[in-house]
């Protein structure tokens, strides 16, 4: 086979998957509904090349901004981190809807660490350390005395609620904590090769059909994406990694298959001679750790805590719920729902500051939680874990 003749088959084969997994199956209005969507893209796409002047056009130039970008990155650390402890704990059959609250107290020990110790790693372990106190509190009432696990979980929520708020109260006099140092960016630390490859300057020559060349020079921070990627914080490359070991984990691994089995036989995981209550046990834990993670580089990218309603979470855990729901417990779908939400709200917070388009700022704040509906709607089919919410003890009938 031609190299030219596979390129075409290869090309072949990708849309068809991509038609079989958008379309087959689906209603007759689902699928219209998907149609209208994906040539809205392609017109918003053509619009920001051809016409970038347009209020297509403008609003393309915001999706694409290099401060749409970064904020996305920033504003999915959380979420992820939280949605990957979620795998780990609904897998193994264990519902943890508690992680609003494990981020939460992560969150407050984070800067509470970082003040203390005055560095920002020492806050980081703080954080995750508190979380994962949390969740073997939460793992011992839900595996050892048997308790409802939804409930179990709003206690945890509703135990960090209170607890962050009233501990910065008593340390700091006030719900909002003290302002601490922050994560760097790479470039601000002054790694040298990280320094060379951003300025290291590309050339592009391209043959146009009509004659003549287009001579382009542009470094990596000014090619879309990469500024925003090599302008990030260590937690944005700590939360690729932890995608990455997530999925060969669950994947790849006698933990990852142990995992999977507690959540959908646990019998037979026990038959082969697993103790299911300590995979469930290791399982929540490293539900905490991760959450630990994402509540402590939330806070410590702010470097405050701020306490008042919701808190600074302001639901992040819940959503994180609903982002590895529509990953379908995958931890690469999980980030790419999580990136979705956060490119939304990274998008509406950059039409607020630009004022790009005369629309109420109520009805902006909207957009991100309208659109998880709608895709929500349309590509919802998560079946949860056969064995997820129930209890299990050794030598028990199921």
Known sequence: MSDDHWIVETARSAVLDAYDRLFVGRSPLQQAVIGIVLLAAVGLVAAGVLAPQSDAGRLFAVLTADSTLAATLRLSVPIAFAALGGIFAEKSGVINIGLEGLLIIAAFVGIWATDVT????????????????????????????????????????????????????????????????????????????????????????????????LDLQSSLVGLPFFGALFDASPPVYLMLLAVALSWYTLHRTAFGRWVEASGENPKALDTAGVNVHR????????????????????????????????????????????????????????????????????????????????????????????????????????????????????????
């Open 118 to 213: 005055g560095s920002v790693w020492y806050g980081l372990v703080g954080g995750v350390l508190a979380s994962t106190l949390l969740a073997g509190l939460f793992a011992i009432v839900c595996i050892e005395f048997r308790a409802d696990q939804i409930i179990a979980g709003l206690a945890v929520w509703l135990i960090a609620l209170g607890l962050a708020p009233f501990l910065s109260s008593v340390i700091y006099g006030s719900k909002n904590s003290t302002s601490v140092d922050t994560f760097p960016t790479l470039t601000d630390m002054g790694i040298p090769f990280v320094s060379e490859l951003v300025t290291w300057e590309l050339g592009f020559v391209v043959d146009l059909p009509v004659g003549g060349v």
């Open 279 to 398: 995979v469930r046990y290791a399982a929540v834990l490293l539900s905490g750790v991760l959450a630990g993670v994402g509540g402590a580089a939330l806070a410590l990218g702010v470097g405050q805590f701020t306490g008042n309603g919701p808190t600074m979470v302001n639901g992040k855990g819940f959503i994180a719920i609903v982002a590895y729901l529509f990953g379908n417990y995958n931890p690469v779908g999980a980030l790419a729902s999580t990136m979705l939400f956060a490119g939304l709200d990274a998008t509406q917070l950059t039409l607020q500051a630009r004022d790009v388009f005369q629309v109420p700022t109520e009805l902006v704040r909207t957009i991100p939680y309208v659109t998880v509906i709608v895709v929500l709607a349309l590509f919802g089919r998560t079946r949860i874990p056969s064995a997820g919410g129930e209890h299990y003890e050794s030598g028990e009938d199921e």
